[in-house]
T-cell receptor
């Protein structure tokens, strides 16, 4: 079992929809949680970063961590075709400088 | 926005050639990383460095080597390229502090014929 699991998709939604992207993890020591967006043939771009449990909002994006269920979510409101990309979640424990990445979920937002 | 650069962006090379993929960052980050990523697949850590003269191998067995003589520069070298090395290579660096937010370069897409 991988430490960070993520459904590869693709997830296809109409423009304007609320998108929910999810990951599960198995390592109870994970405290840092990141979401990256990766466009085709580009490097990943850091979107959101959270520490421990709770929510964090940045514009149309909300990251949510539930440590009791080891569940990480990214919500995108009012999705746009430009949001079409692969979204990777990543987690790490305190004292480790090497995050564990999920394999990414491909999102397609169609006009 | 992070300033991390990779050259070349695309490289097609024949089997047996020696190649060096360049990675530079201008932010003074101590920690740098090399990942390999095949299309649609996950990132695999191949090398990392926590500072000058510090290098370690990652989870993915790799025939490449790295060096870290200067903080801003973290090149990756393949002594003898093979078709199995065809992939995208991504360089990243990490902000100081306890968190693990990494900033990635644009990647080098390598094709070995």
């Amino acid at each position: 079992q991988k430490e960070v699991e993520q459904d590869p998709g693709p997830l296809s939604v109409p423009e304007g929809a609320i998108v929910s992207l999810n990951c599960t993890y198995s390592n109870s020591a994970f405290q840092y949680f990141m979401w990256y967006r990766q466009y085709s043939r580009k490097g990943p771009e850091l979107l959101m970063y959270t520490y421990s449990s709770g929510n964090k909002e940045d514009g149309r994006f909300t990251a949510q961590v539930d440590k009791s269920s080891k569940y990480i979510s990214l919500f995108i409101r009012d999705s746009q075709p430009s949001d079409s990309a692969t979204y990777l979640c990543a987690s790490s424990s305190g004292g480790s400088y090497i995050p564990t990445f999920g394999r990414g979920t491909s999102l397609i937002v169609h006009p | 926005e992070a300033d991390i650069y990779q050259t070349p962006r695309y490289l097609v090379i024949g089997t047996g050639k020696k190649i060096t993929l360049e990675c530079s960052q201008t932010m003074g980050h101590d920690k740098m990383y090399w990942y390999q990523q095949d299309p649609g697949m996950e990132l695999h850590l191949i090398h990392y460095s926590y500072g000058v003269n510090s290098t370690e191998k990652g989870d993915l067995s790799s025939e490449s080597t790295v060096s870290r003589i200067r903080t801003e520069h973290f090149p990756l070298t393949l002594e003898s390229a093979r078709p199995s090395h065809t992939s995208q290579y991504l360089c990243a660096s990490k902000l100081p502090g306890d968190g693990n937010e990494q900033y990635f370069g644009p990647g080098t897409r390598l094709t070995v014929t």
